[in-house]
């Protein structure tokens, strides 16, 4: 069973900054098969990033997926103020069929 | 425009049943692989369960293997779950959501619906 840990748990910064949002599986898997969310509170998470590097219909070119193996990133180049949101990494496998990271939580500094 | 609504949400006591429903329009049903997912308060996401486009496979997590059960009816553009001997831990939010890939594939989930609450308690 592939796990997914995100990191940091939580990450706070400013407005304009640059966040780097980290998700590592427990064993290599492939990219075609890795995606990133957005949720923010009260509402059903959003497709960001899909197949690791490519983003979903509508999603601002600030946010941008990377990564490959056991290590990916969600980076997001300038923080807007609708960004604070947590975010969540999937990877479709066999076992179970999808798992999903535990989240990381944007908040303002 | 993609939607999907989500309903029967409720409370339910331990060991009760309830069904769930999805309700889609804007995209072509009978084409896409379906999803429930959910979400205990204040926790994070987990995937419970999907079934392909024509229906006639399925899958499951663990925890609701046994319990539940999946379906679609794509007269009605309707995706179910049949949730039975639920479980305190059973409780959350339920979204649907449809699968998306390349050629017909389901490797992540867009778009999803605002969900709905099932509370197991007695």
């Known amino acids: 069973e592939i796990v997914l840990t995100q990191s940091p748990g939580t990450l706070s910064l400013s407005p304009g900054e640059r966040a780097t949002l980290s998700c590592r599986a427990s064993?290599?898997?492939?990219?075609?098969?890795f995606a990133w969310y957005q949720q923010k509170p009260g509402q059903a998470p959003r497709l960001l990033i899909y197949?690791?590097?490519y983003r979903a219909t509508g999603i601002p070119d600030r946010f941008s997926g990377s990564g490959s193996g056991t290590d990916f990133t969600l980076t997001i180049s300038r923080l807007e103020p609708e960004d604070f949101a947590f975010y969540y990494c999937q990877h479709y496998g066999n076992s179970p069929r999808y798992t999903f990271g535990q989240g990381t939580k944007l908040e303002i500094k | 425009e993609v939607q999907l609504l989500e309903s029967g949400g409720g409370l339910v006591q331990p060991g009760g049943s309830l069904r769930l429903s999805c309700a889609a329009s804007g995209f072509t049903f009978t084409s896409y692989v379906m999803n429930w997912v959910r979400q205990a308060p204040g926790k994070g996401l987990e995937w419970v369960s999907e079934i392909s486009a024509g229906g006639d496979s399925t899958y499951y997590a663990d925890s609701v293997k046994g319990r539940f059960t999946i379906s679609r009816d794509n007269s009605k553009n309707t995706l179910y779950v049949q949730m039975s001997n639920l479980r305190v831990e059973d409780t959350a939010v339920y979204y649907c959501a449809k699968g998306s890939g390349w050629y017909g594939t389901s490797y992540w989930f867009d778009p999803w619906g605002q969900g709905t609450l099932v509370t197991v308690s007695s």
């Open positions: 064993q290599s898997v492939g990219s075609t098969y």
């Open positions: 197949a690791a590097s």
